[in-house]
């Protein structure tokens, strides 16, 4: 009885027809593209059925070690629509993805120059109007610390340069 090995789409000749995996001792009968018997040599017919009794995990390991030892890279399935569609003789240029330009950042404070903290308070307090003195001095003291989020690109910038120009070590997130 010939089945189609479900798992690997194999021809392959079966002493039981319920069997699981492809165990059949028995070679597979050579069948040509044009639906004719072809000749095909036993030493092939013997790794035919070797093939069809691997488990699933060792065809997979199988496959991997002839794609390296043919140096054949991954090859991507086509859907079966384009597949059937006539290749044309002038090749479409596919446009390169858009890369999102972030718009809001996050302003981190990853450190300070001790020699100008003062300055780096009074800074932090002027750009932050809802902080006092004294949480913006707790803020500058808790470094590495998160001091605005979400803040535009522009004015993101804007506190990073003013920051890193007053002794503080500033990254845009």
Known sequence: ?????????????????LSVRCLSAA???QIDSDGGVA????HVLSIA???????LHETGQLTKL?????????IAMAAP??????????QEVEPEPVVEEKTSFDVKLLGIDSSMKIKLIKAIK???????????????????????????????????AKLTELGGDVSLE
């Open 27 to 29: 070679p597979a009968p």
């Open 81 to 90: 629509a384009a597949a059937a569609a006539p290749a044309s003789d002038t």
């Open 126 to 160: 002027e750009s932050m109007p809802e902080l006092n003195l004294v949480a913006a001095k707790k803020l500058v003291e808790s470094a590495p610390c998160t001091l605005r989020e979400k803040v535009p690109k522009a004015d993101a910038e804007a506190l990073k």
């Open 39 to 42: 000749a095909v040599p036993d």
């Open 66 to 74: 002839l794609k390296e030892r043919l140096g054949i890279g991954d």
């Open 49 to 55: 059925d070797q093939i069809c009794a691997l488990s």
């Open 1 to 17: 009885m010939m089945q189609v090995c479900v798992r690997r789409g194999v021809l392959c000749s079966l002493r039981r027809a």
